[in-house]
């Protein structure tokens, strides 16, 4: 059984420039989680959808961000415009149970994304 | 609202040395605590995880964990370290409110040969 995919594994892009990153959880989990971690700092929630709805995005930054799953299947996160303080690495994570508090979350390797 | 504290940001050890890696959480009920570890251009691999029961977990990769409630910590062990255990380990606790993980700061870990 495939893990968690997400592509792509890195990205180099200039200020002000858009990027879309993107997740393909384990096939049949409804829960779908974004992270990320900015250099030096710990890793951060950022949202969760079950299936296509988001359930919380608490810890979305701002509107510059933009998480999307339609068809409740991958999910795409989307940085427009991309600023200095985004560099860093965004995990993608996915869980089998809606609902289920303390079900294991599988990550993706991560997106390294540099914004210069 | 609910933390985690690694102290160790960088610890390195000798090849067959044992490891402790320490994690003290913050939470108001009883926590759901994981080990996660990332090795070098690989994603964060589940080590092991408590939830409830015996306080001491075992996981995979020979690495084990106690749970301490009094003392608030889950500390990571493994008798004898292997240098591909060189690799940044992660100690999480699911929240309260919502299905979200809350990491440390992550523990890098390098082993000397």
């Known amino acids: 059984e495939a893990g968690v995919t997400q592509f792509p594994s890195h990205s180099v892009i200039e200020k002000g420039q858009t990027v879309t990153l993107r997740c393909d959880p384990i096939?049949?989990?409804?829960?779908l989680y974004w992270y990320r971690r900015v250099m030096g700092k710990e890793i951060k929630f950022l949202l969760h959808f079950v299936k296509e709805s988001k359930q919380d995005e608490s810890g979305m930054p701002n509107n510059r961000f933009l998480a999307e799953r339609t068809g409740g299947t991958y999910s795409t996160l989307k940085v427009q415009p991309a600023e200095l303080e985004d560099s860093g690495v965004y995990f993608c994570?996915?869980?089998?149970?809606?609902?289920?508090?303390?079900?294991?979350?599988?990550f993706g390797p991560g997106t390294r994304l540099l914004v210069l | 609202a609910q933390s985690v504290t690694q102290p160790d940001i960088h610890i390195t050890v000798s090849e067959g040395a044992s490891l402790e890696l320490r994690c003290n959480y913050s939470y108001g009920a009883t926590p759901y605590l994981f080990w996660y570890v990332q090795s070098p251009g690989q994603g964060l691999q589940l080590l092991l995880k408590?939830?409830?029961?015996?306080?001491l977990v075992q996981g995979i990769k020979g690495f084990e964990a106690e749970f301490k409630r009094s003392q608030s910590s889950f500390n990571l062990r493994k008798p004898s370290v292997h240098w591909s255990d060189a690799a940044e380990y992660f100690c999480?606790?699911?929240?309260?409110?919502?299905?979200?993980?809350?990491f440390g700061g992550g523990t890098r870990l390098m082993v000397k040969p």
């Open positions: 096939s049949g989990h409804d829960n």
């Open positions: 408590y939830f409830s029961g015996d306080t």
């Open positions: 999480a606790v699911y929240g309260n409110a919502g299905n979200m993980l809350t």
């Open positions: 994570a996915s869980s089998l149970i809606a609902g289920g508090r303390g079900e294991t979350q599988y």
